[in-house]
């Protein structure tokens, strides 16, 4: 069964900084991953999906890297913004399965 | 591009009572899926459906049921609401099955049930 794990499950930074966060899969054998942003109240809000043959994917200042064989991806954040501030979620897509199992998180507040 | 739409965004219901949420897209998406989210729990996969007509039970269906008639819509039922079913409930679409290759996920704004 596939279990996706994120930690940290809280971080706190300084306006500027660069940031990565981390998702671990026990199950290598997915499709993809996909990278989500969660307001407060709201619902998710794609960032960035990397296919199971590809190393990463960039959009602006993110950029998200997939390792299957040590069942390891980040996000990196660069340059990091007040408006940031937000929870990030993981999830994988499973080869076997027709299922996008989620990660409980990430909840990130960057200070100005 | 409304996207993916649920209605209502908020409801309160009493034990017992029966309830639809409302799931709608307009992308023309194959699949689409109803998690639920909890505190500490994540978010964790009720039902889903992979074409008009299929559909296949999540992690957590119990409570639930689902019917796919057409390729936009995919309500949730809520058969006789108990507390345990206090949660936020996120419909999600994508182009094709997620298993299938995988595609991008989209969600709704989610819908909030208290239950009483």
């Known amino acids: 069964k596939q279990e996706v794990t994120q930690i940290p499950a809280a971080l706190s930074v300084p306006e500027g900084e660069n940031l990565v966060l981390n998702c671990s899969f026990t199950?290598?054998?997915?499709?993809?991953l996909q990278w989500f942003r969660q307001d407060p109240g709201k619902g998710l809000t794609s960032l960035l999906l990397i296919q199971s043959s590809q190393r990463e994917q960039t959009s602006g200042r993110l950029n998200a890297s997939l390792d299957k064989s040590s069942g390891r991806s980040t996000l990196y954040i660069a340059a990091s913004q007040p408006g940031d501030s937000a929870t990030y979620l993981c999830a994988a897509a499973g080869v076997a399965t027709n299922k996008l199992i989620f990660g409980t998180g990430t909840l990130l507040a960057v200070q100005p | 591009n409304a996207g993916v739409t649920q209605t209502p965004k908020f409801q309160v219901l009493k034990t017992g009572q029966s309830m639809t949420l409302q799931c709608a897209q307009d992308m023309n998406h194959e699949y689409m899926s109803w998690y639920r989210q909890d505190p500490g729990m994540g978010l964790r996969l009720i039902h889903y459906?992979?074409?008009?007509?299929?559909?296949d039970q999540g992690e957590v269906p119990n409570g639930y049921n689902v019917s796919r008639s057409t390729t936009e819509d995919f309500p949730l039922r809520l058969l006789s609401a108990a507390p345990s079913q206090t949660s936020v409930y996120f419909c999600a679409s994508s182009y094709r099955a997620v298993g299938g290759g995988g595609t991008e996920a989209f969600f709704g704004q989610g819908t909030r049930l208290t239950v009483v």
């Open positions: 459906s992979v074409g008009a007509g299929i559909t």
């Open positions: 199950d290598s054998a997915i499709y993809n």
